[in-house]
C-alpha cells in the first residue's frame, strides 16, 4: 500500500495571485496579493522563503510570525493566517499596500491631502503608545517600510521582526543586517558612545521623527537631512524637532506626542480625525451624542477620503441604522456616501437598507425617504417597487400630517415608471382621485394635478382616456388658483393624448370657460392653451391626412419616453408645501402682447414649458408678485380660511367627493362622478325674451327719413311689410306651424327646473352634513372616533 504525503501549501486555504508581487519594502519578507479560495476575498500574504545559511533570520522571520499572530489592535497589521514549512513561511493579513506605494501613487493623482497624512501619523503614534506604554514592547523597525495601509486608508503598524521586550528579558535587540533599515538608527546607537541611556521609547521616536520627515519630503538621503523639515507643515514643525532632538531623554512618550499635537492649533487637530476617533468609539457614546455627530457628518464628506467614506464610514452608518437608534439623521450621510458606491455594490449594501426602511413607522425616516428618493431610485427593480415598497408608500396619502401627503404625491413621479398595470391604473388613480377632490390642503391638490400630468404617459390608454379630462376640468374649478393653472398647464402637458373630437367638445369649453378667471394668471395659460389646441385642430382641418399622426398617442400603450418630454411643464416645491404656490406661479410669467398676437403653429412637445428661457426677470417678477404676496397657507397650521373654502368648494362638487371617499367603489366611479359633475348642460341658461317697447314708441317704418315726399303717402317698408305678411298668409308648413313663444317658454322652464335641482342638491347635502355632525355627537372616555 502506498501512502502520499500530502501538500500543505495546496492545502492552505489562501492562494496566491499569479502575477508579480507587490513592491515589497526593504527586509526578508516579499508581499504578494493573494484571495481567499472559497470566497475570492482580497488578502495580502507575506511570504519568506527559507535560505541555507541565513539561520539568523529565518529565527528573526519565525519571531515575527510569533509577534504577529498575538499582537491584536486596531493599529497593528491584522493577523488572519499563517503556514510554516522547512522551506517558507506564509502570513496572511488584511488586503494592504506599503506606505511608500501608497504615497507614490496619492502623489501621481495631485498629493494627499494633509487631514489623511494627520489622521495616518495619529494611527501610527498610537500603535507606538501601545506597544511602549501597554506592552513593554520596542519596535525597533518603524520607518517606511514598516507601514502598511488598507482600503480605507487606515495607517496600520507591521514589520514587527526587530521587536524586543523593553524590560531585558529577552535580550537585546537582534541585529537587521539591511543597511536600508539601519539608517534610521538614532546616534546614541550608531556612534556607540554613553548617550545610550535614555527613555525606552527614545529610539522609536526618533525613527518617527525620520518617517515624519519622508512623508513629507520623500525618501531620507542621510541623517544630516533631518535638520531641514523642508515641506512639514508649520503647526508639526515644533513637535517634529522634539523628536529629531541629539538628547534622547527629551524625547516625548508617544502618549504625550499624541495630545501636544491634539491640542488646539496642532496638526492633528482637525475635523478628520476628531470624526475617525468618534467612529472608533461610537458603539459607547451616547445617543444624543451619535445624533449630533451624524447630523454634522454629512457637510464634512466632501472633504474626506473616497476610500475612507466607502470603506470606514459606509459601515459605521449600516450598523448605526440596524442595531442602533440613530434613526432618520443616518439617509443624508448613507445617500452621500452610496454616491461612492459602484452599481452592484449599491445593490448589496444600500438597498436592503432602504427596503427595510420603508416599512418603518417613523415619519421622519418616511419624509427623508421620499424626499431623498431620487438618488436610489434607479437602483431598484420593479418587483421590488411593486410589492416591498410602494405598499407603504401608499399609507402616506392617508398620513394625517400634510407634509407627508405631498412628498407622497411627488414621489410618484419616480416611482410611475416602475409601477405595475394594478398599482399605477388602479390603486394609485384611486387614491390621487381622492386626494384631489377631498384633500383640505389647496397646495396638495394643486400639486395631486401637476403630478397626474407629469404620468400621463405611463397609464394605459383605456386610464388616459377616463381620468385625465376629468381630472384636470375638475381642476379648473378648483377654489384654490394655483391648482386651476395646473389643471390648464395639465391639459397642455398632455395634449398628444387626446383626440381631436375630445379637444373640440370637451377641452375647450373648459378652457374658454378660463378666459374669464378672476386671476390673470390663470387667464393667461387659458388663453395660451386654447390657441395651441386651436392650431392643431386647424392644421387637421387643413389637412385631414394629418389626424392619424396627431393622434398617434391617442390609443397608445404607455410611453415612457413622452413622460421625460412632459416632465418639464411644471417645477415641485424644493421646501415645505407652502413654498409650491409661489414657485408654481412664478414659474408662469404673463404672456407678453406680441406673444399674443403672434400667429400660432402646431407646437411640439417639447413647447409646454412653465419656464421661458428668454424671460426677463422684472417681468418675470411683476407678474409673481402678487403671488408672493399672498399667504397660500403653512402646511404646519391649520387654516380656517381654507377649510371654508374646501367646504364650499364639497358643497358645489357634489357626490365626487362622496364617491372618492367611498372605499368599496372603484376607482373609476370616481372619474366619472367628476365627468357628470362638469355637465356642460346645467351651466348654460337661454337669456329672457326682450321686453315690449313703451306705448309711445314709434316703430322705425312710422319715420320719415328724410324723403321730399309728404309722410301721408306711407313708409315703402311698411308696405312691403303688409304685402310680405299678406303673402305669408296662406302658406302653412313647418315653420308656420312652429311657436316660437313656446319654445322660449319650454327653455325657460328647462332651466328654472335645472336651478331647483341644484338648489334641492344643495340644501340635501347641507342636512346630510348636519345629519352626520349631529349623530357623531360627544365621544365617551376610551372610545375610538370612526368616520
Not at 470566497?39 to 522563503?49: A, E, H, K, L, R
Not at 546616534?187 to 518617517?211: F, I, N, Q, Y
Not at 412632459?566 to 408654481?584: E, F, H, Y
Request: aromatic share 8%; net charge negative; proline share 7%.
Amino acid at each position: 500500500m502506498w501512502f502520499f504525503a500530502r501538500d500543505p501549501v495546496r492545502d492552505f486555504p489562501f492562494e496566491l495571485i499569479p502575477e508579480p508581487p507587490e513592491d515589497s519594502p526593504p527586509g526578508p519578507w516579499a508581499l504578494h496579493r493573494g484571495r481567499k479560495k472559497a470566497t475570492g476575498s482580497p488578502v495580502s500574504i507575506f511570504v519568506y522563503d527559507v535560505k541555507a545559511g541565513a539561520e539568523e533570520q529565518t529565527q528573526v522571520a519565525k519571531a515575527a510570525f510569533k509577534r504577529l499572530k498575538t499582537l491584536r489592535h486596531p493599529n497593528i497589521l491584522a493577523y488572519i493566517d499563517g503556514l510554516e514549512t522547512d522551506k517558507c513561511i506564509h502570513v496572511v493579513t488584511e488586503a494592504v499596500t506599503p506606505l511608500g506605494t501608497y504615497l507614490k501613487t496619492g502623489l501621481e493623482a495631485g498629493g494627499l491631502k494633509e487631514l489623511e497624512l494627520s489622521w495616518g501619523l495619529h494611527q501610527i503614534v498610537k500603535a507606538l503608545s501601545f506597544l511602549v506604554n501597554d506592552c513593554s514592547l520596542i519596535h525597533n523597525n518603524v520607518c517606511m517600510a514598516a507601514v502598511f495601509v488598507d482600503r480605507a486608508g487606515e495607517w496600520k503598524l507591521g514589520g514587527l521582526d526587530y521587536m524586543y521586550s523593553a524590560q531585558g528579558d529577552g535580550g537585546g535587540p537582534p541585529r537587521k543586517g539591511f543597511p536600508e533599515l539601519e539608517q534610521y538608527d538614532p546616534p546614541e546607537l550608531v556612534d556607540g558612545s554613553s548617550r545610550t541611556v535614555g527613555e525606552k521609547w527614545s529610539a522609536d521616536m526618533w525613527r518617527l521623527g525620520c518617517l515624519i520627515w519622508e512623508v513629507f519630503n520623500g525618501p531620507l538621503p542621510r541623517a544630516a537631512a533631518l535638520r531641514n523639515p523642508g515641506k512639514i507643515p508649520k503647526s508639526l514643525v515644533p513637535h517634529y524637532c522634539e523628536l529629531v532632538g541629539a538628547n534622547p531623554k527629551m524625547r516625548p512618550n508617544p502618549a504625550r506626542f499624541l495630545l501636544n499635537c491634539r491640542a488646539p492649533g496642532g496638526f492633528m487637530n482637525n475635523r478628520f480625525v476628531e470624526t475617525n476617533l468618534f467612529l472608533e468609539e461610537i458603539q459607547i457614546k451616547e445617543p444624543a451624542e451619535k445624533q449630533k455627530f451624524f447630523q454634522e457628518l454629512s457637510k464634512s464628506l466632501d472633504s474626506f477620503p473616497e476610500g475612507f467614506c466607502r470603506h470606514k464610514v459606509l459601515p459605521q452608518l449600516l450598523t448605526a441604522f440596524e442595531f442602533g437608534s440613530a434613526g432618520a439623521v443616518v439617509l443624508t450621510p448613507l445617500f452621500k456616501v452610496g454616491k461612492l458606491l459602484s452599481a452592484e455594490e449599491y445593490q448589496q449594501k444600500i438597498i436592503p437598507v432602504v427596503v427595510k426602511m420603508f416599512s418603518s413607522t417613523d415619519r421622519a425616516m418616511r419624509i427623508r425617504l421620499l424626499q431623498q428618493m431620487e438618488q436610489f431610485i434607479q437602483y431598484l427593480d420593479e418587483p421590488t417597487v411593486n410589492t416591498q415598497i410602494f405598499p407603504h408608500v401608499v399609507n402616506g396619502f392617508l398620513d394625517t400630517n400634510p407634509a407627508i401627503r405631498e412628498q407622497t404625491v411627488k414621489s410618484m413621479l419616480l416611482l410611475a415608471p416602475k409601477l405595475n398595470e394594478t398599482n399605477l391604473n388602479v390603486e394609485l388613480m384611486k387614491h390621487f382621485a381622492r386626494l384631489q377632490a377631498k384633500d383640505e390642503q389647496g397646495p396638495i391638490r394643486c400639486n395631486t394635478t401637476v403630478c397626474l400630468g407629469k404620468i400621463g404617459s405611463y397609464l394605459s390608454a383605456s386610464t388616459r382616456h377616463r381620468v385625465l379630462t376629468s381630472a384636470f376640468s375638475r381642476a379648473t374649478k378648483d377654489p384654490f388658483a394655483p391648482s386651476r393653472v395646473a389643471g390648464v398647464l395639465g391639459f397642455a402637458a398632455t395634449h398628444n393624448l387626446y383626440s381631436m373630437n375630445d379637444c373640440a367638445h370637451k377641452i375647450l369649453p373648459v378652457l374658454c370657460g378660463l378666459t374669464v378667471d378672476p386671476e390673470k394668471s390663470v387667464r393667461d395659460q387659458a388663453f395660451k392653451a386654447i390657441r395651441s389646441f386651436l392650431s392643431k385642430l386647424e392644421s387637421v382641418s387643413e389637412d385631414p391626412t394629418q389626424l392619424a399622426e396627431v393622434e398617434k398617442d391617442v390609443h397608445a400603450a404607455s410611453s415612457p419616453g413622452v413622460g421625460g418630454a412632459a416632465a418639464s411643464w411644471a417645477g415641485w416645491a424644493v421646501t415645505g408645501v407652502s413654498s409650491l404656490t409661489s414657485k408654481l406661479i412664478r414659474a408662469h410669467p404673463t404672456a407678453t402682447p406680441t406673444e399674443t398676437s403672434a400667429p400660432q403653429r402646431p407646437v411640439p412637445e417639447g413647447h409646454w414649458e412653465t419656464q421661458e428661457e428668454g424671460r426677463d426677470a422684472a417681468e418675470d417678477s411683476s407678474s409673481a408678485d402678487r403671488w408672493d404676496d399672498e399667504d397660500w397657507g403653512s402646511l404646519e397650521q391649520e387654516a380656517e380660511s381654507v377649510l371654508t373654502q374646501q367646504e364650499e368648494w364639497s358643497t358645489q362638487s357634489g357626490q365626487a367627493g362622496q364617491a372618492s371617499n367611498s372605499d368599496h367603489k372603484s376607482p373609476d366611479s370616481d372619474w366619472s362622478n367628476w365627468e357628470a359633475e362638469g355637465s356642460w348642460d346645467q351651466g348654460w341658461q337661454e337669456p329672457s325674451p326682450p321686453e315690449p317697447p313703451p306705448e309711445d314708441t314709434r316703430l322705425a317704418s312710422e319715420y320719415n327719413w328724410g324723403s321730399s315726399e309728404p309722410s301721408d303717402k306711407g313708409d315703402p317698408f311698411a308696405a312691403l311689410t303688409a304685402r310680405r305678411e299678406t303673402g305669408a298668409q296662406p302658406r302653412r308648413d313647418s315653420w308656420g306651424d312652429d311657436n316660437w313663444e313656446g319654445v322660449d317658454t319650454d327653455r325657460q322652464a328647462k332651466a328654472e327646473l335645472a336651478r331647483k335641482k341644484r338648489e334641492e342638491r344643495r340644501r340635501e347635502m347641507e342636512a346630510k352634513r348636519a345629519e352626520r355632525k349631529a349623530a357623531k355627537g360627544p365621544m365617551k372616555l376610551g372610545a375610538r372616533k370612526l368616520d
